[in-house]
């Protein structure tokens, strides 16, 4: 038998070891594949690259881990199509249309400002957690899971003129949709949120109740009741599923650069006026206080007022409030037709110091976005004692030393990035804003959640 030559069997043996070291290659990169959750851009997925091996921000070196959120894909009736079709909401919302151009930011003004309806942060805040850094397609993989339907324009679009099925109609299709998903069932909506940019008195509607026709029933249906929702006023104050979160103000941000100028923009600002007020009486109300308010402000050579009155125009121009609100030391908060203003928001992002009537209106929500320590940003004079006429606000303002002012203002101008939106369509690179802080809030929350369920269990 002849014997096969060496030189036959070199190359087979060289061909063979290549073709095993290719395969256990391409193997091993597919386990560092699979490893890593799918990044959620739109409707397009892409992998997210492996952290740096020296990054430190957590044990895992993952710097999304105990971050990464999933956000489903809703049929565009909830979302997109609600958008689309504002102009059948013009007799309810007149200018809905405009204010809900630019990813919910409104008309452009001068300075880089926009209009931005104050109910509009369903958008907005869509827009930006498309932008959010740690989405994924992975919904096994993600701590919490955003559903991006619009609850408060779909409120505006049935507020007046529709009976109580009508209003209910998209909440009720929306919680049918949910529940069949498999990332409903695995935590049973625990670890879901929701944006309604409007009061939680909006989505409270009692259905027992044949005599309450305000509203939607949507945060009182049984099946979200273990939901999350984000709102611009709580109506719970801590013990129910809605958490407040800033209104937005016409201030949006694209550049972490734009923070910073407009902060030393404010800090160097002339103050003119000691105090300001911009708003309407409410005198079908006995238990507002505006009108006496507005009458120690008209009163006082030291304040300046805007008045907001039905056939007014001076609140239609943007422009004119903020130049106020920035020539301002004080700008006055007393409750409107619910306890919290968006003109707070607007005032302090302009460096004006609010000053608070009802603890409502800030100190018991707003938890994640102001500081616990609310004599550090703001001043607070009882209701009571301005519509006893034993007070007068100007005076009590009075009492406060120089220096205590300024450290006041101060505190408010640091605050300022946590208490705005980011332009949707940019990305802000180290400042956090009002969407990153309210996220930090919900996956703590979320945590929380789980962590005390789990506690239970074992216990």
């Not at 105990?66 to 956000?71: H, S």
């Not at 980011?422 to 990153?436: C, G, N, Q, S």
Request: hydrophobic share 40%.
């Amino acid at each position: 038998m002849v014997k096969p030559s060496a030189a036959v069997s070199r190359p087979c043996f060289l061909l063979v070891t290549a073709a095993a070291l290719w395969a256990l290659t391409l193997y091993l990169r597919l386990l560092a594949l699979m490893s890593v959750p799918v990044a959620f851009t739109g409707r397009v997925a892409s992998f997210v690259p492996a952290p740096a091996a020296d990054d430190t921000t957590n044990a895992s070196g993952d710097p999304c881990r105990g971050r990464y959120i999933y956000v489903h894909d809703l049929p565009p009736r909830f979302n997109a199509d609600v958008v689309q079709g504002c102009a059948a909401a013009t007799d309810r919302w007149k200018d809905m249309c405009e204010d809900v151009r630019n990813a919910g930011l409104g008309r452009p003004l001068s300075g880089g400002a926009l209009t931005g309806a104050r109910f509009a942060l369903d958008a907005i805040f869509h827009g930006r957690m498309r932008r959010y850094g740690c989405l994924t397609n992975d919904s096994s993989a993600a701590a919490a899971v955003f559903v991006p339907f619009y609850a408060g324009f779909e409120f505006a679009r049935h507020v007046w003129g529709y009976d109580a099925a009508a209003r209910d109609a998209a909440s009720l299709d929306l919680v049918r949709w949910l529940v069949r998903r498999p990332e409903w069932r695995r935590a049973g909506g625990r670890d879901h949120f929701l944006v309604a940019g409007r009061t939680g008195w909006d989505f409270r509607r009692d259905v027992d109740d044949r005599n309450s026709t305000w509203g939607t029933s949507l945060f009182l249906l049984p099946a979200v009741k273990n939901m999350t929702f984000l709102v611009v006023e709580t109506a719970t104050m801590g013990w129910g599923n809605d958490l407040a979160v800033p209104y937005p103000t016409y201030f949006h941000p694209r550049t972490d650069s734009d923070v910073l100028s407009w902060q030393q923009r404010i800090r160097s600002s002339e103050r003119w006026w000691f105090m300001s007020f911009v708003g309407a009486a409410r005198p079908s109300d006995p238990r507002s206080i505006r009108s006496q308010v507005m009458a120690q402000c008209g009163a006082s050579p030291a304040c300046r007022q805007l008045g907001c009155a039905f056939g007014s125009a001076q609140c239609h121009y943007p422009g004119d409030i903020m130049v106020l609100f920035q020539s301002s030391t004080f700008c006055l908060q007393p409750p409107g037709d619910s306890a919290s203003r968006r003109s707070t928001f607007d005032a302090m992002v302009a460096g004006c110091i609010p000053v608070f009537f009802q603890p409502r209106s800030a100190y018991l929500q707003y938890r994640w976005h102001l500081p616990r320590d609310h004599a550090t940003y703001s001043v607070f004079i009882p209701a009571e004692d301005v519509r006893s006429g034993n007070v007068s606000v100007e005076a009590e303002l009075r009492k406060i030393p120089p220096a205590a002012i300024e450290k006041m203002r101060e505190e408010v101008i640091k605050l300022v990035p946590r208490l705005v939106y980011a332009d949707p369509r940019y990305k802000l690179e180290t400042v956090k804003d009002a969407f990153d802080v309210a996220v930090d809030g919900v996956l703590e929350r979320i945590a929380e959640t789980e962590e005390s369920k789990t506690g239970s269990y074992w216990r």
